[in-house]
Nanobody
Framework: EVQLQASGGGLVQTGGSLRLSCAVSGFTSDDYVIGWFRQAPGKERRGVSCIRKSDGSTYYADSVKGRFTISRDSAKNTVYLLMNSLKPEDTAIYCC??????????????????WGQGTQVTVSS
């Protein structure tokens, strides 16, 4: 059974940094993609970044390019999202999700079949 556990959220001031973690379990191969998504109050869930487990290829939404970095630790089966230069508009519930096919790097929600619970990120102005 595939399971995803996100953690690391919190309250930070504008310009600060946070690192989110997504612990992944249940996959028997490296052919999958992990994506980070966020949902602000009253808004739809949107993709932030994703990474392919097998080769470390990454993809970012334009809104976070240059500020966020996604990475993986294969030994720990964990994917990280380092968020720098945080802005109030980054405030949202962040969750990680898995695409079992691992064939395309995309932030289309429908591609992801497994979802973890969210972790709250609040950026104060």
């Amino acid at each position: 059974e595939v399971q995803l556990q996100a953690s690391g959220g919190g309250l930070v001031q504008t310009g600060g940094s946070l690192r989110l973690s997504c612990a992944v379990s249940g996959f028997t191969s490296d052919d999958y993609v992990i994506g980070w998504f966020r949902q602000a109050p009253g808004k739809e869930r949107r993709g932030v970044s994703c990474i392919r487990k097998s080769d470390g290829s990454t993809y970012y939404a334009d809104s976070v390019k240059g500020r966020f970095t996604i990475s993986r630790d294969s030994a720990k089966n964990t994917v990280y999202l380092l968020m720098n230069s945080l802005k109030p508009e980054d405030t949202a519930i962040y969750c990680c999700a898995a695409d079992r096919s691992g064939s395309v790097l995309t932030l289309r929600k429908v591609t992801y079949g497994y979802w973890g619970q969210g972790t709250q990120v609040t950026v104060s102005s």
